[in-house]
């Protein structure tokens, strides 16, 4: 017999709106949701005075990235276990270039054996393209068929594409039923622009912010939707920061496109003022910190729908090697910042309990479009029956002060030291078994599964 567990007195956050009760597992499933009458063979998760709420699905993280001699402090099994801790079931994680001239299968293949060794969470991993040539795009129906079904391009960066390449891409994932993302920001803009700091000694963390302006990123999305409208193809722009390039998508969400946008917590909650700190290196990410007005802008977007998901871009570069790299030019420094663990607790504190976005939403946009968007749905992201049995019991009053040491992850920095967050996991479970209750760790390493995806769902 399979085991049963029955999480009671809770307040489920359900597709079908919010309700007390409670929740039926059966082995690894979802058996019941809401009214679920007393089993007594089942073992009781008393939830009184929490909510219920799908485990979290954190569709853009770098687990294990190397770039040069320059590694991230969270390999795959480190990564999984701090997004574990901080109720994230799933992630789909975004694999580096691979060697040049490689098969488009090579990185997700790569990454697959990592992760299937290593994650203590379910995965899918997308693809990415870093050149395109006629064997290239005949292999990105195998990649979708395989799982793969999402594939980055990159504006910018060593590995970029071009216009008419990223075009190309998106014309054909289209047709294998696949989903392009894009990293959406201005090359050449850019570069001119980091060349003009160095000969004038701008090499400050501040002239981060300044050699990549808000117009890149919009003026980047807008040739990205441009690209939609030309080949009918569908785009997933990731990380977006600014208030102009929310307005972009959001006039080609009205023209009927489908352009699908994500943020993530650190574009919501730190401001670029962070670059003027004595610390600003730890704040060196692409695409940079913006203005308070960018912040708030995308918050609105997170309320109105024109936002549907918040990931991280979890890429753990430590602060010690920013500084070893970066601390005479900012140029020099590994970007990004880690927060696979800290995602929910920073949503749920500065978005449901400050009222800028419901209860509802936050589930919404931290698990239940993410897992629909990436073809997980309906394994994933939802409390119904028949789905995987991925749930966290969420304590909605318990606070916390966010600190380097009392973390997870490996890295040694949180970009929000110091700060207090009002909501925490008080259990999490996979598929029906307990990753983390209180402060027991009870995941294990390789029983994370890969997740092979669906093709993309049209909005
Ligand atoms: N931006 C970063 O800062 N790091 C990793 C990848 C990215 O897009
Ligand atoms: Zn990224």
Not at 38 to 59: F, H, K, M, R, Y
Not at 98 to 103: D, W
Not at 210 to 230: F, G, H, L, N, Y
Not at 333 to 352: A, H, M
Request: glycine content about 10%; charged content about 20%.
């Amino acid at each position: 017999m399979t085991s049963l567990k029955h999480i009671q007195n809770g307040t489920l956050v359900t597709p079908q709106g919010v309700v007390a009760g409670g929740l039926l597992i059966d082995g690894e499933t979802i058996a019941a949701v809401g009214e679920v009458q007393d089993v007594p063979q089942a073992e009781v998760i008393d939830a009184a005075g929490c909510l219920v709420i799908p485990g979290g699905v954190d569709v853009h993280t770098h687990l294990n990235l190397k770039l040069g001699d320059r590694q991230v402090s969270d390999g795959f099994f480190a990564g999984s276990v701090a997004a574990a801790w901080g109720g994230t079931t799933t992630i789909v994680d975004h694999p580096e270039a691979g060697p040049a001239g490689c098969s488009l299968l090579h990185q997700p293949a790569f990454y697959r054996r990592g992760l299937q060794a290593e994650s203590v969470i379910d995965f899918g991993i997308h693809g990415v393209f870093q050149a395109v040539n006629p064997a290239i795009l005949d292999e990105v129906t195998t990649l979708v068929q395989e799982g793969y079904s999402s594939a980055k391009v990159y504006l910018t960066y060593a590995n970029k594409l071009d216009g008419p390449e990223a075009a190309q891409v998106m014309a054909t994932m289209k047709i294998a039923g696949g989903l392009t993302a894009f990293h959406a920001e201005c090359d050449e803009q850019i570069n001119r622009l980091r060349a003009q700091c160095a000969e004038r000694g701008q090499l400050a963390p501040i002239f981060h912010a300044r050699s990549r302006p808000d117009e890149s990123e919009a003026e980047s999305i807008q040739k990205i939707v441009a690209m939609v409208e030309e080949t009918g193809g569908r785009a997933y722009i990731v990380h977006l920061s600014t208030a102009k390039g929310l307005e972009v998508i959001r006039a080609a969400q009205r023209a009927g496109l489908e352009v699908l946008a994500e943020t993530c917590p650190q574009y919501l909650i730190l401001d670029e003022t962070r670059y003027e700190q004595p610390d600003g290196l730890k704040y060196i990410m692409a695409p940079p910190l913006r203005d308070r007005a960018s912040c708030e802008a995308l918050w609105e977007g997170l309320a109105d729908g024109s936002i549907s998901v918040v990931a991280t871009d979890h890429c753990s570069f430590s602060y010690a090697d920013k500084v070893k790299y970066g601390a005479h030019d900012f140029r020099q420094t590994p970007g990004g910042c880690p927060g696979v663990e800290t995602r929910l607790p920073l949503l749920y504190s500065e978005g449901v309990v400050k009222g800028r976005i419901t209860l509802e939403q936050f589930v919404q946009l931290t698990s239940t479009r993410p897992a629909e968007i990436m073809g997980l749905a309906p394994r994933k992201g939802a409390l119904e029956v028949g789905a995987d049995a991925d749930v966290v019991v969420w304590d909605p009053r318990s606070t916390k002060v966010l600190t380097e040491s009392s973390l997870h992850q490996q890295c040694d920095y949180t970009p929000y030291e110091d700060m207090t967050v009002t909501g925490w996991p008080r259990m999490t479970l996979q598929r029906g078994n307990i990753l983390v209750a209180g402060e027991k760790f009870l995941g294990t390493r390789g029983a994370g599964q890969f997740l092979h995806r669906g093709t993309h769902e049209t909005p």
